[in-house]
């Protein structure tokens, strides 16, 4: 299993309790999957990620805000400031 980090980053509590029933993932809790997926994201110098980020930035769980806004910061830092390109995926 090879799931996309935004995918794993934006997943919601049901899609977790289903994709991970009897998996030892699920010690991670919702919360350390997606953290851990928005760091990924952060740490690959993937310009596309930015706007899922951006989006996440504002979640209400402030673990997973907290780490986008920091992968915002990496990525801007790696790839350099948004352009719009990315919109347009």
């Not at 997943?11 to 010690?27: A, H, K, L, N, Y």
């Amino acid at each position: 299993m090879n799931p996309a980090l935004d995918w794993l980053a934006e997943m919601q509590p049901e899609d977790f309790r289903r994709v991970f029933r009897g998996s030892p993932i699920r010690r991670t809790k919702l919360t350390g999957l997606r953290r851990n997926a928005v760091i990924a994201m952060g740490n690959s110098g993937d310009a596309k990620f930015m706007p899922t980020l951006r989006s996440l930035a504002e979640d209400p769980d402030p673990v997973v805000a907290q780490h986008a806004q920091w992968a915002l910061q990496s990525l801007t830092i790696t790839v350099g400031p948004p352009s719009g390109r990315e919109h347009a995926r």
